[in-house]
């Protein structure tokens, strides 16, 4: 799990667990941290986040420090619409034509107020088999606040309960064979379901707010949904009937669940801890570098930012690339300037006596001076470009970039919305490097863009 720089954070009912990987070494070792205290009026840590981002992400921060990116975080399956689909197999972007028509059934939410994903899990006969998972817009939104507020903006956000299975499929627990297994996670109060039939899922159930159930009642009330799950898929007719029921568990064994599933089944049912599998911050981590397409529930938005930020990146690598060679170039001009400056030295010395000769030293002492003014750059043309490309904003795009030395910078381009002219033009006035800036005019064109032209005055300059 080395070569590639990642972190991941799973947040729980209550508790946050988070890894590092760095580029080149061993991986941090996990850390967890309850984040939620027991008297917040908040049942859980995802409803806090909604409740209030930027607290929640100043608590996030004091709890896990700064973690690198890029950051995957996991949030409970209870929080998802979790479905596991089969579909006729097709192209990706059938595919998503598809699943978009299954969220619209299913969602209890507005289809086009969601975000949803999918991961395909198997194809065969024509029938591709896959994970749908979907969240409101407004629940990625706040964890998205959350987050940056706690110095982690993520890359995407995925499901713990993909994260156990990944842990559990590396360990050789999900089965390759004959038959049917169940598998039941119960951790913090939920309990989470997933029936695979040859090691790939047919369907995944999510149990939340177990919390406060006696023994008894958990018992009976995860045995009620099993049953009603089980009944539903008919496995039996399918010839792939159930053959055993693995129960992961925290802590000591729930003996009462084990022996009601045992009882009302009718197959075996074995028990097992999670602290025999890695963390599962660590499956979260071994899904994002997996390197196949893998359900990603971050908002199309923030991908569409990030590609942004990263050409913006990009333009201010080749501007610094340039200052470079510019900065060269001026280190040779300027040696060339010392080395005529010693020789004019020696010239007036044995030239002292000749009127002709100081007038021409003096002439060339003169060019060296305007010289020296001129590699001033301060205020230079790649200094003006390296400014205007960290202050512009995302949704404009500049047309001509006009430099006068020691006057004026003007700049024309199209925004998307005339709000974010406004917003150039508050921070282009907050840069020391230009002394005004002024917004002669803004237009609406034909394609709905907003076209405006910019004039920002340097040192020593004025508007024309």
Not at 123 to 142: D, F, H, M, Q, Y
Not at 171 to 193: H, M, P, Q, V, Y
Not at 385 to 396: A, C, F, K, M
Not at 416 to 438: G, H, N, P
């Amino acid at each position: 799990m080395t070569g590639k720089t990642h972190s991941s954070l799973a947040l729980t009912a209550r508790s946050a667990e988070w890894m590092a990987i760095p580029k080149a070494g061993e991986p941090s070792t996990p850390g967890h941290e309850v984040v939620l205290p027991a008297e917040s009026p908040h049942r859980t840590l995802m409803d806090a986040i909604a409740a209030d981002p930027d607290s929640m992400g100043k608590a996030l921060r004091e709890k896990c420090g700064r973690l690198p990116k890029p950051l995957t975080t996991g949030i409970p399956a209870s929080h998802v619409l979790l479905r596991v689909l089969d579909l006729p197999e097709g192209s990706p972007q059938d595919l998503r034509g598809m699943v978009e028509l299954q969220v619209d059934k299913l969602a209890p939410f507005p289809a086009d107020e969601a975000t949803f994903s999918y991961e395909v899990l198997d194809t065969a006969n024509g029938r591709c088999r896959l994970w749908l998972g979907a969240i409101p817009t407004k629940t990625a939104e706040s964890l998205g606040s959350c987050l940056r507020a706690a110095a982690m903006p993520p890359r995407r956000i995925d499901i713990n309960l993909l994260g156990w299975w990944q842990l559990l499929r590396d360990a050789g627990k999900t089965g390759d064979g004959n038959g049917s297994r169940a598998f039941l996670i119960l951790e913090n109060e939920s309990c989470d379901l997933v029936l695979a039939t040859a090691g790939i899922p047919v369907s995944v159930r999510s149990l939340d707010g177990l919390e406060g159930l006696s023994s008894e009642e958990l018992a009976e009330e995860i045995t009620r949904e099993f049953l009603f799950t089980l009944t539903s898929l008919d496995l039996d007719r399918t010839g792939q009937p159930l053959t055993e029921i693995a129960v992961w568990h925290r802590g000591k064994a729930p003996d009462l669940t084990i022996q009601r599933l045992h009882e009302q089944i009718g197959v075996a049912v074995h028990a097992f801890t999670l602290e025999t599998l890695p963390p599962l911050a660590e499956g979260l981590s071994r899904r994002a570098i997996a390197g196949t397409p893998l359900l990603d529930l971050a908002p199309a938005a923030w991908r569409e930012a990030e590609a942004s930020q990263r050409a913006r990146r990009r333009l201010v690598s080749v501007g610094g690339t340039l200052l470079g060679l510019w900065a060269i170039a001026m280190v040779i001009l300027f040696g060339g300037l010392q080395y005529h400056k010693q020789r004019l030295g020696h010239q007036e010395t044995l030239l002292a006596g000749l009127a002709p000769a100081a007038e021409n030293a003096r002439a060339v002492r003169d060019r060296v001076k305007t010289l020296e003014q001129y590699i001033e750059r301060k205020h230079s043309a790649l200094e003006c470009l390296r400014e205007v490309s960290d202050l512009l904003p995302p949704g404009i795009e500049l047309k001509s970039f006009n430099y006068r030395k020691s006057k004026t910078l003007e700049l024309s381009g199209e925004a998307d919305a005339v709000s974010l002219v406004f917003d150039f033009k508050k921070e282009m006035e907050k840069s020391e490097l230009f002394i005004k800036t002024d917004l002669p005019r803004t237009q609406r064109n034909a394609q709905g863009k907003e076209v405006f032209k910019l004039i920002a005055t340097l040192p020593g300059g004025e508007i024309q």
